[in-house]
């Protein structure tokens, strides 16, 4: 079967019909004028995941069908990936190929790459690694000049580090994220300095304190800290917590206060309904009258946070996922109109879109 088709040239027309059709969906909310940031229509996906179908001695990178998952198709290379993980995909397999210890029950490979051109591979087995495996998995990462990792059932062998790290140029600043093996990362580099770039754009001029939601690895928290007096930030993923405590210290930014914590909790307590010892040190009443900034889950903001949004003046909102945007929108309507809007192409050659608003107090 062979690899699906993305067609460069139709690339302008199908995000513009994506951006027409994020409007249509928001026109009731008097969304108009939405800023469109288009991705490079090639080389795009910083992840990317492949089963191994072996045949005998050789392998094949596979992916599912679309239109039909239980079929696979067999691929050498696959455009939307960053340049460099297409570049190392043969270097990869021919290596694989001939090494009996590298290649027997390998069934999954995870490549993880970022615009500062580093480069990780993950190995992924349905048996146990023994010192053979290691031994040349050292060779493999040495060769190829990669982090590797080696998973089976209850194994990790890392060989190397476990995480990237990021660095890109932003508004003059030189940002750096630590991206850790398995752990969540923007999809799309370009894009995501794109939404960067907005959200900094939104907030610039606003000052005084701002609370994050969901802030992952810090992504936005670090673009948008400069912006503001002092940042509340919350995660409930300890990975995540531990990346963006190493991407505060590394970026040198000292006004952001990182608390582990889910989003219900924070809603609780600063609400008054629960108390926490993590927030002992914080004074919650200083971040009653501060711009909040959520980049949920797919699933969207729950209603006990909707109604935390409610007590904000300005929410700068980033969804993956516009239906969930859409209904939380509505549940702030009585409150809050959308005062900017952007859509940002995570995803080319889908229907998938990222979506940005900002909403403000009528």
Known sequence: MPLPTFDIAQYPAQLAAKAA??????AEFGVSGTAVHASDPRHYRMRAEFGIWHDGDNLDYTMSDPDDPKQKIRL???PPAAAAICAIMPRLKERLIPSDDLRRRLFQVN??????GELMITLIYHRPLDAAW???AHELAGELGVQLIGRSRGQKIVIGRDWLLEEFELDGRRLKYQQVEGSFTQPNGEVNRKMLAWACQQAAGIGGKLVELYCGNGNFTLALAPLFERVLATEVSKTSVHAAQYNIAANAVGNIDLIRMSA?????ALAGRETFQRLKDIDLDAFRQATLFVDPPRAGLDDAT???ARNFDR???ISCNQDTLRNNVAALNDSHRIAASAVFDQFPYTHHLECGVLLQRR
């Open 21 to 26: 059709g994020f409007e249509r969906n928001f």
């Open 76 to 78: 050498d290379t696959f």
């Open 111 to 116: 490549f993880l790459a970022t615009l500062s």
């Open 134 to 136: 290691e031994a040349a």
């Open 264 to 268: 219900e909790e924070f809603s609780a």
């Open 306 to 308: 909707v109604e935390l």
């Open 315 to 317: 929410i700068l909102y």
